[in-house]
């Protein structure tokens, strides 16, 4: 079994390129998760691995704000975040005990953050047409967390409805759908 942190670290790989293949064009396209545009969901994924940063420390974090931090050089600045969410679930202790703050297992806080940082970064090359193959050992690691979690992420309105899968579907359709996305989602035409 991989550390949190190997896992973050194979999913960053997947999805830095993602965010450096977003082109300001692309900022107020919609994208497969129905809430957010691109630029916000990008400011949605920033706040995410800057307070799960901080949870990997035990330490508490405020969820009600996020900041549009989408402007100068905010590519090279997801990469330097995302390489310090990957250095602050390597820490010793990161993994042990409960999270501060959330009253989680400190690893199924870390898996949190892993599947946010890799469905949302399909749900942005998705978005924005480009190509995604996320990692497959995060991808195995959270779909039995996924199927446990689900049910009371849809009670905090975390994730909707889970949508049908076809029989065959791969481990990522089912945790797409899982979260209550369509693995088939294409961006509306423009």
């Known amino acids: 079994m991989r550390t949190i942190s190997e896992l973050l670290e194979r999913a960053a790989a997947?999805?830095?390129p993602v965010v450096r293949g977003i082109?300001?064009?692309d900022l107020s396209d919609a994208t497969p998760c129905?809430?957010?545009d691109v630029r916000a969901l990008l400011n949605h994924l920033f706040g995410?691995?800057?307070n799960f940063r901080v949870l990997?420390?035990?330490e508490p974090v405020d969820f009600s704000?996020?900041?549009d931090v989408v402007e100068g050089d905010w590519r090279s600045r997801f990469e330097d975040e995302t390489a310090h969410l990957v250095k602050a679930w390597a820490q010793p202790g990161a993994e042990e005990g409960v999270s501060g703050g959330m009253a989680l297992p400190a690893r199924t806080v870390g898996l949190m953050v892993l599947g946010d940082l890799?469905?949302?970064a399909w749900d942005l090359a998705r978005a924005t047409g480009q190509d995604y193959?996320?990692?497959a050992e995060s991808v195995a690691e959270m779909e039995p967390w996924l199927a446990e979690m689900a049910p009371q992420a849809r009670k905090m309105k975390v994730f909707k409805e889970p949508f049908p899968t076809a029989p065959g579907a791969t481990a990522f359709e089912r945790v797409l759908a899982g979260t209550g996305r369509d693995p088939g989602w294409s961006p509306p035409r423009r």
């Open 14 to 16: 997947q999805a830095v």
């Open 23 to 25: 082109g300001d064009d």
């Open 34 to 36: 129905s809430d957010y």
């Open 48 to 50: 995410v691995i800057a």
């Open 56 to 58: 990997a420390a035990k």
């Open 65 to 67: 704000r996020t900041p």
């Open 118 to 120: 890799t469905v949302h």
């Open 133 to 135: 193959v996320p990692d």
